[in-house]
């Protein structure tokens, strides 16, 4: 089975500066994709960044950005420039190929502070 | 686009009562949805998968009987807590998207997430 791990349950930063979000997961699978998910205080989940694993090339998009390390199993995420509005939980998230089946890791709740 | 609406937001009811909560695609098709719980504080975790006109499929360890999901539409699915207790006070959350088949390399097809429900059972 696979699992999803978060190991920091809450993370704070200072506005415009760059904070790293860490995911670690483990599977026996080789094809799969990884997610980042944004829940702000709203609740409703948005999809922030995702990554094949057959991909070498690090996802980026705008300020998020991953190192997907796949030998190691591990799939951080780095937000730059941080803003106010980042604040939220951040789920990790695995999904194999031939699958709908989103895992996700029990969230990382980050402070952005002015 | 792609905007998936829950009704209602929050729901009180009462011990041995049993509540139905709405899952809508507002501008696109739904092919499959999916319903999720999340307890305080803690993850996501999927209950079932539903494909319009099928029967959904249910988790290990989540009650079919308890947890009734109808996908009747293309852009309509229903949760219904039957006989709910207070330990099935939560947050559903219901998630939809489109495509002909199951992601896989190269085809990848984005679940839309709703706002969610906060189900309070007294």
């Known amino acids: 089975a696979q699992t999803v791990t978060q190991s920091q349950p809450e993370m704070s930063v200072q506005e415009a500066e760059t904070v790293t979000l860490s995911c670690t997961y483990d599977t026996s699978e080789n094809n799969y994709y990884l997610f980042w998910y944004k829940q702000p205080p709203s609740r409703q989940m948005i999809l922030v960044i995702r990554?094949?694993?057959?991909?070498?090339q690090n996802a980026t998009e705008n300020r998020f950005s991953v190192n997907f390390q796949k030998a190691a199993k591990s799939f951080s995420l780095k937000i730059s420039d941080s803003q106010l509005g980042d604040t939220a939980m951040y789920f990790c998230a695995f999904m194999k190929y031939n699958t709908d089946k989103l895992i996700f890791g029990t969230g990382t709740r980050l402070q952005v502070f002015p | 686009g792609a905007v998936v609406s829950q009704h209602p937001s929050w729901v009180i009811c009462k011990s041995g009562t049993s509540v139905k909560i709405e899952c809508r695609s507002l501008d696109f098709q739904a092919t499959t949805m999916f319903w999720y719980r999340q307890f305080p504080k803690q993850s996501l975790m999927l209950m079932a998968t539903s494909n319009e006109g099928s029967k959904a499929t249910y988790e290990q360890g989540v009650e079919k009987d308890k947890f009734l999901i109808n996908h009747a539409s293309l852009t309509l699915s229903t949760l219904t807590v039957t006989s709910a207790h207070p330990e099935d006070s939560s947050f559903y959350i219901c998630?939809?998207?489109?495509?002909?088949?199951?992601?896989?390399?190269?085809?990848?097809?984005?679940?839309?997430f709703g706002p969610g429900t906060r189900l309070t059972v007294t």
């Open positions: 990554q094949e694993a057959y991909k070498q």
């Open positions: 998630s939809a998207r489109t495509g002909p088949g199951l992601a896989g390399l190269g085809a990848f097809y984005e679940q839309y």
